[in-house]
């Protein structure tokens, strides 16, 4: 491996719309000054109104994906997003484990599509929960994703500080629990480590052009690990750049739009804020 900082091997499923998945994740890390190689567990035919089909790759590919990318390149990063049924998430997990180990990785638990299209099988919550989530440096859950993994119902940001909890009680190292499905003026995430909880409050985008904005953030928060940036220091920055992304969607499409991930940040403020 070379010394170079910011390359991030991203597994994860392909969005034929090119507002989610794969696609969202190269645009980010790239406009974040970072590398992006992809392992594709998925194919999709989607737009912004929603998913219509969902084609799996085979387990042996993915393997062989992640295997090319780690033994030549290499990654300062790695990033997970949809890992559709039990035995991709096993594919992944053993070859990161055999391939790469001890780069730190950003788990995005993608279960649901924007729509509302289920993009995880539900007999592979579990193996989600058993072999993924212990591997991750942090998870990136929303809310739904929140209470599908710990049974616990969130309605309030009381209720995401227990739902944090129980998640690092699993053995989970970080939580980066999302809050943009709780109502009102105010969006708070949460990040929880073993050393406390902290919020981060913004105020809310009142936008439809929202498409992908998880992947974006997992994989903006990846990147910044990949440049050797701490994990509050990678979050902030990470929130930064989703909103910017947000502010200058380019309006797209007829339903849940896609961002501007191609928006200019100045470095220095991002650093500032970071």
Do not use: W
């Amino acid at each position: 491996m070379s010394g170079a900082k910011g390359r991030v091997l991203v597994c994860a499923g392909s969005d034929s719309g090119g507002g989610a998945g794969i696609q969202a994740d190269i645009k980010a890390i790239t406009a974040l000054g970072g590398f992006a190689a992809t392992a594709v567990t998925a194919l999709t035919a989607q737009n912004t109104l929603g998913v219509q089909g969902v084609v799996g790759v085979s387990a042996d590919f993915i393997r062989l994906q992640i295997r090319m990318v780690l033994e030549d390149i290499g990654a300062d990063a790695i990033k997970t997003g949809m890992l559709a049924d039990s035995a991709t998430i096993e594919a992944v997990c053993d070859a990161l484990a055999e391939f790469g180990p001890g780069i730190p990785l950003v788990a995005d638990p993608v279960m649901v599509a924007k729509g509302g299209h289920p993009l995880l099988a539900a007999e592979a919550v579990a193996t989600l929960t058993a072999r993924l989530l212990p591997m991750a440096a942090v998870i990136t859950p929303n809310l739904p994703e929140a209470e599908a993994l710990t049974g616990l119902s969130i309605a309030t940001v009381d209720d995401m500080r227990r739902a944090a909890d129980a998640l690092l009680g699993r053995g989970v190292r970080a939580v980066l629990l999302k809050g943009g499905h709780l109502e009102g003026p105010v969006l708070t995430d949460l990040l929880a480590t073993a050393d406390g909880i902290e919020s981060f409050e913004s105020p809310r985008i009142d936008s439809r052009h929202t498409h992908g904005t998880g992947c974006t953030l997992a994989s903006a928060l990846a990147c910044g690990l990949a440049q050797g940036m701490g994990l509050r220091a990678a979050v902030v920055r990470a929130r930064a750049y989703v909103r910017a992304a947000m502010l200058a969607a380019p309006g797209f499409g007829q339903g849940h739009g896609p961002l501007g991930h191609g928006v200019t940040m100045d470095p220095a403020r991002l650093e500032q804020l970071a």
